[in-house]
């Protein structure tokens, strides 16, 4: 495992002569040194690559000091020593050779995760460590490494966290969240580097009532202010956002009612759909979903939404973008973008007889809410697969709006007393894939 490691990390010669193609590989000198110096580091201790997060390689590489040359880090658990982990840093020294220039240990079952930012006072970055202490508890530490001396600038427990410039610094600041699943409460704590220090300069709470934190991201209000979107469990059966930025170097939670002691406007018990940057303009829009009235209706699964998407801006206010129906259909992962015009005038169905040959099919009808009048198709959307899916794209009036590997996605306007709006190369223009948009740091 580590030999892949190294041959994946260390640079190699990418053009090569015939009879060097054919060769059998050799390893290079840097990779020769690199292992060797990595093997008496470690003795009779384990390979403890962090077991979470973006960095879960057994040995990675860092420009940490920003010279224009990487530093080898790996990691070890020596259950002979009184601080079993161990985080080893090497550097290249005057004669090419990697040796340890700093190491850092640690407490705890593992480390759960590693990452590498700058958290300001230096052009370096610093390295951030989460300890797992624990099944339920673990240690965020901060250290700086300077000419093989290491700093810890900070220690504290947590639920959660980000790195993330929000005060427009150019270096990174910490939020850490803190959860208390039983009281259902949490709150947001900001730390800024200060005095050689990370320090606490303020807190947020969330939400009132969550019963743990979902989902988090880093992203952008509609004014381009830095901000923190926390997403979490509110009750049995909804969620809850809670979006903060920074004001003054105090952290806001801007959602928040006061009154209420929580975040009411982005509350929602549609559940499936998450924030994202639906329009792809560099801020975070946040999901309104709404129901669908549908012609006789039987149970609430029968129900279709669509979403209202909307951006916030530093004073806590909603501006819509656009409205989308999601099909979030584990078979089909795509949704539309809706003309302002058809809000009120239309309901969905599906028609699923097909889907043994390959055809599953999502129903547009023009109705406007009378349980007298059956809706009126005017628009169906299909997912094909199978070996005959390039012919049945081809049925009647179908034409292509969007080709995968293993599937089309097909439409066909129906004949109808309503005029949609809409245009085959419009349609085309407004149906997209769902990709997963939201993500974490820790």
Same mark, same amino acid.
């Given at each position: 495992?580590?030999?892949?490691?190294?041959?994946?990390?260390?640079?190699?010669?990418?053009?090569?002569?015939?009879?060097?193609?054919?060769?059998?590989?050799?390893?290079?000198?840097?990779?020769?040194?690199?292992?060797?110096?990595?093997?008496?580091?470690?003795?009779?201790?384990?390979?403890?690559?962090?077991?979470?997060?973006?960095?879960?390689?057994?040995?990675?590489?860092?420009?940490?000091?920003?010279?224009?040359?990487?530093?080898?880090?790996?990691?070890?658990?020596?259950?002979?020593?009184?601080?079993?982990?161990?985080?080893?840093?090497?550097?290249?020294?005057?004669?090419?050779?990697? /040796?340890?220039?700093?190491?850092?240990?640690?407490?705890?079952?593992?480390?759960?995760?590693?990452?590498?930012?700058?958290?300001?006072?230096?052009?370096?970055?610093?390295?951030?460590?989460?300890?797992?202490?624990?099944?339920?508890?673990?240690?965020?530490?901060?250290?700086?490494?300077?000419?093989?001396?290491?700093?810890?600038?900070?220690?504290?427990?947590?639920?959660?966290?980000?790195?993330?410039?929000?005060?427009?610094?150019?270096?990174?600041?910490?939020?850490?969240?803190? /959860?208390?699943?039983?009281?259902?409460?949490? !709150?947001?704590?900001?730390?800024?580097?200060?005095?050689?220090?990370?320090?606490?300069?303020?807190?947020?709470?969330?939400?009132?009532?969550?019963?743990?934190?979902?989902?988090?991201?880093?992203?952008?209000?509609?004014?381009?202010?830095?901000?923190?979107?926390?997403?979490?469990?509110?009750?049995?059966?909804? !969620?809850?956002?809670? !979006?903060?930025?920074?004001?003054?170097?105090?952290?806001?939670?801007?959602?928040?009612?006061?009154?209420?002691?929580?975040?009411?406007?982005?509350?929602?018990?549609?559940?499936?759909?998450?924030?994202?940057?639906?329009?792809?303009?560099?801020?975070?829009?946040?999901?309104?979903?709404?129901?669908?009235?549908?012609?006789?209706?039987?149970?609430?699964?029968?129900?279709?939404? !669509?979403?209202?998407?909307?951006?916030?801006?530093?004073?806590?206010?909603?501006?819509? /973008?656009?409205?989308?129906?999601?099909?979030?259909?584990?078979?089909?992962?795509?949704?539309? /973008?809706?003309?302002?015009?058809?809000?009120?005038?239309?309901?969905?169905?599906?028609?699923?007889?097909?889907?043994?040959?390959?055809?599953?099919?999502?129903?547009?009808?023009?109705?406007?809410?009378?349980?007298?009048?059956?809706?009126?198709?005017?628009?169906?959307?299909?997912?094909?697969?199978?070996?005959?899916?390039?012919?049945?794209?081809?049925?009647?009036?179908?034409?292509?709006?969007?080709?995968?590997?293993?599937?089309?996605?097909?439409?066909?306007?129906?004949?109808?007393?309503?005029?949609?709006?809409?245009?085959?190369?419009?349609?085309?223009?407004?149906?997209?894939?769902?990709?997963?948009?939201?993500?974490?740091?820790?």
């Amino acid at each position: 495992m580590l030999m892949t490691a190294l041959i994946l990390l260390l640079p190699g010669c990418l053009f090569k002569s015939t009879d060097e193609l054919y060769a059998v590989p050799q390893a290079s000198e840097e990779y020769v040194n690199l292992r060797a110096a990595i093997d008496a580091a470690k003795g009779a201790a384990d390979f403890a690559a962090p077991t979470s997060g973006r960095n879960t390689q057994t040995v990675q590489l860092m420009d940490l000091d920003e010279d224009g040359v990487q530093e080898a880090i790996t990691f070890f658990r020596d259950t002979a020593s009184d601080k079993p982990l161990k985080i080893y840093i090497f550097r290249l020294n005057g004669k090419d050779e990697y /040796v340890v220039d700093a190491v850092i240990e640690g407490d705890g079952t593992s480390i759960e995760s590693i990452s590498y930012r700058n958290l300001g006072g230096a052009p370096s970055k610093e390295i951030i460590v989460s300890w797992r202490m624990s099944t339920s508890v673990r240690t965020l530490v901060a250290y700086r490494v300077d000419q093989g001396t290491v700093t810890e600038l900070m220690r504290t427990g947590y639920s959660y966290y980000v790195a993330a410039d929000m005060d427009g610094s150019g270096t990174q600041e910490l939020l850490l969240l803190q /959860v208390d699943t039983a009281e259902h409460q949490g !709150v947001v704590e900001y730390y800024q580097y200060q005095d050689g220090a990370m320090a606490l300069r303020s807190s947020a709470p969330l939400s009132n009532g969550i019963f743990d934190v979902r989902a988090y991201r880093a992203g952008k209000l509609k004014d381009d202010v830095p901000a923190l979107f926390v997403t979490s469990q509110y009750g049995d059966s909804a !969620v809850i956002t809670d !979006v903060f930025c920074v004001e003054d170097q105090q952290l806001v939670n801007v959602t928040l009612d006061e009154t209420t002691g929580r975040s009411g406007e982005t509350l929602r018990f549609y559940t499936s759909v998450e924030p994202a940057d639906i329009n792809r303009d560099g801020r975070l829009e946040l999901p309104q979903p709404q129901v669908i009235r549908s012609y006789n209706k039987s149970t609430a699964a029968d129900d279709f939404w !669509v979403i209202k998407w909307r951006q916030f801006d530093r004073e806590g206010e909603a501006w819509p /973008v656009f409205t989308t129906y999601h099909n979030y259909n584990s078979l089909d992962r795509w949704y539309l /973008v809706l003309p302002d015009e058809w809000e009120g005038k239309f309901t969905l169905s599906r028609r699923d007889a097909n889907t043994a040959a390959g055809e599953r099919a999502m129903v547009f009808s023009y109705w406007t809410g009378d349980e007298k009048t059956e809706p009126e198709p005017f628009l169906i959307i299909y997912k094909l697969t199978g070996t005959n899916r390039v012919s049945r794209s081809k049925l009647g009036n179908r034409f292509i709006l969007l080709t995968e590997s293993d599937a089309i996605y097909a439409a066909e306007f129906q004949e109808s007393v309503w005029d949609c709006g809409l245009d085959a190369e419009q349609l085309q223009k407004r149906f997209k894939l769902i990709q997963t948009d939201w993500s974490t740091e820790s």
